[in-house]
């Protein structure tokens, strides 16, 4: 007997693929942020507070989050160098799609794990994914 039957392997994939894009609307009305919409249909959601800003600042430690197509910020604003970095990680999120969250995890992992060994390191700049979200970024830039 197989386990999947292929309809439910379709809704799970289907599923999959909007997943982030659907955690991020849903984190953005949660936390009643302000949407807008900025350059490439990425949707950015400034001055979130609640439970969707504890999570952001208070549990993963910072300001602004890239999920799927959105960009979520406790912030009223973004600078233009932070917008750019953020929409590199939208950008991973496209190529990577469902696994662009287990990726940075365990990109993060490996990170923490370095910084424990290299105190002097900072966490966000031996994260790999940030390390290419800046070269990316960098790249965006010249456009
Ligand atoms: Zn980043």
Known sequence: MRFFKWPLLVLVVVFLLFFNDLLA????RWGGCQVSMVRDGIYL???CTGNT???IYGILGVNTVALGNNILTISSSLSEPVLLH???HVIQA???GPAYLPVFGCA??????EVKMYPA?????DNIMEYWADNLAGSL???
């Open 53 to 55: 800003s504890y999570l």
């Open 121 to 125: 390191n900072r966490l966000h700049d």
């Open 108 to 113: 993060q992992l490996a990170a923490w794990a």
């Open 141 to 143: 830039s010249q456009k």
């Open 86 to 88: 953020m929409r590199a």
């Open 94 to 96: 496209h190529y990577l």
């Open 25 to 28: 609307s849903t984190l953005g």
């Open 45 to 47: 959601y400034t001055s």
